[in-house]
C-alpha cells in the first residue's frame, strides 16, 4: 500500500526567511496531494493541493510542487510569518479511491523565530 | 454555515465505559469520515462512509462503531473504552473534484481514558 515520509518532522525558521517540508510516496498511482495546516488546539485545514498532470502551484506566499519521476513532493512558504507556526501534513491519494488509501505523512512542526 | 462541528469538545471516560462522539455537518457532502491524531503519528482513518446508510472501515477500527442514518451526521461509538483509545479525534466530510477527494475537518474531541 500507499506510505508517506515526510521530512523534516521540526523546522524552525528566522521570521521573513522560506520554510520547505518534503514529502515522499511509494505508490505511482497516486495522484493527489494535498497540504493541511494545523494549528494548535484546531483541526487540520486545507491549505493547497496538488494534482498529477501539474508540476506547480502557487497561492500567494505558498507553493506546492511534484516531481512524479522521484515521487517527491514539497511545500514551500515565503516570506514567513508568525502566523505561519503551525503542524503542517502532507498526504497521497489515488483517482476515485476509497478512504482507506488517504495517507498521511507524519507531520512537521514549523516554529518562526521573531 | 458551520461547516464540521463536533461535540464535546473533550471527554474523560474511564476503563470499559462507553460514549458517543457526534459529528455533523452543514456543507451536503456525502463522505464523512473519523481519524485519531496521537503524538507523533499523524492521522490515522478509524472508519468512513460515502454516503447515508454505507459505512466501511478504515487503518485502526476495532474498539470502535459508526451508522450513518443521514448525510448530516456520523457518530462515532466507542463500546468499551480503554486507555489506548486515549487521543485527539477528529471527524471530516469530503467532496470530489474530479478524480480526487478533497477534505474538510472539524475542531476535534480530545478524549482521555483512565
Known amino acids: 500500500g500507499e506510505n508517506v515520509e515526510q521530512h523534516p518532522s521540526t523546522l524552525s525558521v528566522q521570521e521573513g526567511d522560506s520554510a520547505v517540508i518534503k514529502c515522499t510516496y511509494s505508490?505511482?498511482?497516486?495522484?493527489?496531494f494535498p497540504w493541511y495546516k494545523q494549528e494548535l488546539g484546531k483541526g487540520p485545514q486545507l491549505i493547497i493541493d496538488?494534482?498529477?498532470?501539474?508540476g506547480e502551484k502557487k497561492d500567494q506566499r505558498i507553493a506546492v510542487t511534484l516531481n512524479k519521476t522521484a515521487k517527491h513532493f514539497s511545500l514551500h512558504i515565503t516570506e514567513t510569518q508568525p502566523e505561519d507556526s503551525a503542524v503542517y501534513f502532507c498526504?497521497?491519494?489515488?483517482?476515485?479511491?476509497?478512504?482507506?488509501?488517504?495517507?498521511f505523512g507524519s507531520g512537521t512542526r514549523l516554529s518562526i523565530r521573531p | 454555515n458551520a461547516g464540521v462541528t463536533q461535540t464535546p469538545k473533550f471527554q474523560v471516560l474511564k476503563t470499559g465505559q462507553s460514549m458517543t462522539l457526534q459529528c455533523a455537518q452543514d456543507?451536503?457532502?456525502?463522505?464523512m469520515s473519523w481519524y485519531r491524531q496521537d503524538p507523533g503519528m499523524g492521522l490515522r482513518l478509524i472508519h468512513y462512509s460515502v454516503g447515508a446508510g454505507i459505512t466501511d472501515q478504515g487503518e485502526v477500527p476495532n474498539g470502535y462503531n459508526v451508522s450513518r442514518s443521514t448525510t448530516e451526521d456520523f457518530p462515532l461509538r466507542l463500546l468499551s473504552a480503554a486507555p489506548s483509545q486515549t487521543s485527539v479525534y477528529f471527524c471530516a466530510t469530503g467532496r470530489w473534484t474530479g478524480t480526487s477527494l478533497e477534505q474538510y475537518f472539524g475542531p476535534g474531541t480530545r478524549l482521555t481514558v483512565t
Open positions: 498526504a497521497a491519494t489515488q483517482p476515485y479511491s476509497s478512504a482507506s488509501k488517504i495517507i
Open positions: 456543507m451536503n457532502h456525502e463522505y
Open positions: 496538488i494534482r498529477s498532470n501539474v
Open positions: 505508490d505511482s498511482a497516486s495522484n493527489y
